[in-house]
Every structure is written in C-alpha cells, then in structure tokens.
C-alpha cells in the first residue's frame, strides 16, 4: 500500500536510491522527475485541498474515483494534480534495482491468459506507449474481464474509469528526455529492463 494516502501531502522517498535504475534510467532524471516534477504536483494538490477543506477526508483514491460528484472548478485541478501525484507513486513503486526480473506465479498465469504470451504483451504495451500522443500514461489494468494493456492522457487515472492498476508507464517527455532526448521506443526498452514484476504481482493480488 502507498504510504500517505491524506492530506497534507508529503514527497515520500523513492523506495529505492537514485541510482539504483542505472543504467537504465538514470539519476539525474530520477532526482528531476522525482524531486521537481512530483513535487509539484503534490504542492499544488495541497493548494487546492487548502481551499476546500471539505475534500481533506478524502484518500487520494477516493478523490480521483469520485471526480465526477466534485464541482467542475475543483475537479480539474484535483484530476491534474492528484492524478500526477498518483500516477507518479504506482510509476516510481512499479521500478526495482532487480534488473531484468520477469512476470512469474499468478502474475505470469494471468498476463499469458490475456496477451498469449511475455513477449506479445511487451509488444502490445510497447505499441500502445509509441501510440500515446503527447502526454500520458500507459497501464496494465485488471477489470471483470481479466487484464488489459490502456492508455491515459495528460495525469488522468484508471481510478476514475473504475478500472484496477497493476502496472504504470510515464511517456511525459520529462521521464526520459535528459537521457534518450525525443526517442520514446529507448526509454521504453530501457524500462522494461527495471520493472518490478513482484511488485506487479502484489498489485494484482490487492497486497
Ligand atoms: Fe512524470
């Protein structure tokens, strides 16, 4: 479970050091993605929350999946700025120093009885990342019908399509642009090589 769940937010700590993604992503961008970029979205999530008190009883889930009940002037801040906060913790929670871990158990069980195999799912979710125009997300999610590989715009969630997030990509030019410049299908390879499949799994399972 992610720590922090209320207002006031906190920039908690990566669960894993700086470096630890070498050389796949570096540092320098885990400290601007996280240290700059996070930040922000959490500074002005507690500007907002500030001003509307009544919201401050809201979990960060509960604040993205009932978007839809909050009046239009605070709901678009709070889908920008919780969304980012959000997306960015199940992003940074979903990478391990663990290289090149795979899929294993009830995880593998499961991505095999949706995508066929491994390797057709990196495909999928890779095509599916290239395909994000601008800015966004791309995720593995479970629903009634099993997984699925669905993207996302700008900060917007799963949470408020009601959908369960397994795994997040950031495609936003500021998660790789420091290393790979302007090539997205780089950073994407590089990824695959630190994500925390263990960690999927548990998301899977509702740990
Ligand atoms: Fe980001």
Redesign the pocket.
Known sequence: MMENQYYPFVNTPLPYDYSALEPFIDEKTMHL?HDK?LQTYINKLNEVLEKNAWLQSYSLEELLYNLNQIPIRVSEPIRNNAGGVYN?RF?FEGMSDKKNNIPEGYLKKEMDAAFGSFEKFQKLFKEAALNVFGSGYVWMVKSGRGLSVVPTKNQDTPVELGLFPVLAL?V?E??YYLKNYNDRAAYIDNWFFVVDWKKAEEKLMGM
Request: hydrophobic residues 40%.
């Open positions: 993605h970029h960015h992003f950031d936003w500021h998660a």
